[in-house]
């Protein structure tokens, strides 16, 4: 072996390497930021109560801006780390959940809501994010226990890389289904400029 054979093997080792160790930490951060995200929004209405118990406003306002603030970052950060159920060659690799790709759909699903409407407002649109929020959990979480964690005889029906077929047919589905809401974020965004109120008086004018 040359020189140059031996160089290219220990770029190559590192790289490998460095990608394994990337992608298993997301698989392990993943549920912790999803359960994390169920519990800051189901713990809208202590924040609210907490608000209403502040004589100072300006603290009220501190609260709920880091609030929103972590809520928001960890949705859009959720969305990020689980693009890797988007690459066929990850997902029939790594031991993922099969619908983990799904599940990230929602989470966008949640920021489309976001832009178009106003849950934190409108009772309409934060059922919409309830919703869509748990939808997405269960389609991360139940493959993820019942697949990855677990041995039950229909367990590798449930992970990436013991049903390569089905989870490269899904993340092709999910991939179609972000750029579609992406597609309708992008073109609403440039029509109103991302704020409800101007879609509103569009539409009455």
């Known amino acids: 072996m040359s020189v140059q054979d031996l160089t290219n093997a220990i770029i190559s080792g590192i790289n490998a390497g460095g990608e394994q160790f990337l992608e298993g930490t997301l698989a392990a951060v993943l549920p912790i930021l999803w359960l994390v995200l169920i519990g800051l929004h189901l713990g809208r209405p202590y924040i609210l109560t907490m608000i209403d118990r502040f004589t100072l406003r300006l603290g009220a306002d501190l609260l709920w801006l880091i609030y929103v603030a972590l809520r928001d970052l960890l949705i859009v950060s959720g969305v990020i780390m689980s693009f890797m159920f988007f690459f066929p060659d990850v997902i029939m690799t790594d031991a993922l959940p099969i619908t983990g790709g799904l599940a990230a759909v929602a989470l966008f699903a949640v920021l489309l809501v976001k832009l178009t409407g106003d849950p934190d407002h409108s009772l309409r649109d934060f059922r919409r994010t309830t919703v869509l929020l748990g939808l997405g959990a269960l389609l991360y979480f139940i493959p993820y226990v019942l697949g990855v964690q ?56």
Do not use: C, D, W
């Open 150 to 205: 677990a041995s039950f005889s229909f367990s590798p029906l449930l992970v990436t890389n013991t049903n390569p077929g089905l989870a490269v047919v899904l993340a092709y589905v999910s991939l179609a289904l972000l750029a579609v809401m992406g597609a309708f974020a992008i073109g609403y965004a440039l029509k109103t400029g991302g704020r409800a109120e101007a879609r509103e008086m569009a539409s009455n004018n």
